[in-house]
């Protein structure tokens, strides 16, 4: 089964809104977390490592004031995307480490994200 | 930076064996991964190989790793319909906390 999860897995707001995404780690404790973006037919780029209890380190080119991510607990790291524009549309996709398996990096489901 | 190289498509008819390559430029990669991402999905991870390692096998799965060349690479015996998917290479290095390193994907297409 899944070791992380991510929610909403689609989400469609307006132009101008913030929207929030969520991606836990199920049954293990992720000190960090990393954040990725796909658009169509492209692959995942980095745009944060995220590390609990401390600031998220951002890739250059990523705005830290338009997607604010939060990780104040060992399970639990937030995206929020802070007033969404038609091309923020696209897939966000979170990670975890999973250390007793070898460091290997699961990801989450994704979280579609639609700007209208 | 690192870089990490794919073909962009392959396309095998079913059954047959289907081999995706992957070249990665970085030599301190510790850790190699292929991901599967089917149509509207995340991504699913299929296998992994250590740096140390020059092949694993997994049921249909067999990757294998030139780490002279720096090539990687996966290969899918009796290829189905259901595998027709977008397969992205990734890498990593040992540091405790490094992000993955994607290529831009492979898409599979199997031909019934």
């Known amino acids: 089964g899944a070791v992380v999860s991510q929610h909403p897995s689609r989400v469609i707001c307006k132009s101008g809104t913030s929207v929030k995404i969520e991606c836990r780690s199920l049954?293990?404790?992720?000190?960090?977390m990393f954040w990725y973006r796909q658009f169509p037919k492209q692959s995942l780029m980095l745009m944060a490592t995220s590390n609990e209890g401390s600031k998220a380190t951002y890739e250059q080119g990523v705005e830290k004031d338009k997607f604010l991510i939060n990780h104040a607990s060992l399970t639990l790291s937030t995206l929020t995307v802070t007033s969404a524009h038609p091309e923020d549309s696209s897939f966000y996709i979170c990670?975890?480490?999973?250390?007793?398996?070898?460091?290997?990096?699961?990801f989450g489901e994704g979280s579609w994200l639609t700007v209208v | 930076g690192e870089d990490v190289e794919q073909s962009l498509f392959l396309s095998v008819r079913e059954g047959d064996s289907s081999v995706i390559n992957c070249t990665y430029t970085?030599?301190?990669?510790?850790?190699l991964y292929w991901y599967k991402q089917e149509p509207g999905a995340g991504l699913q991870l299929l296998t992994y190989i250590f740096s140390n390692m020059d092949m694993k096998q997994d049921q249909r799965l067999t990757v294998l790793l030139n780490k002279k060349d720096k090539h990687l690479s996966l290969r899918i015996a009796d290829t189905q319909t259901g595998d027709s998917a977008i397969y992205f290479c990734?890498?990593?290095?040992?540091?405790?906390?490094?992000?993955?390193?994607f290529g831009k994907g492979t898409r599979l297409s199997v031909i019934a």
């Open positions: 970085d030599s301190s990669s510790t850790y």
């Open positions: 990670s975890a480490r999973l250390v007793i398996s070898g460091n290997t990096i699961y």
């Open positions: 990734a890498e990593r290095g040992d540091s405790g906390n490094t992000p993955l390193v």
């Open positions: 049954d293990f404790q992720a000190t960090t």
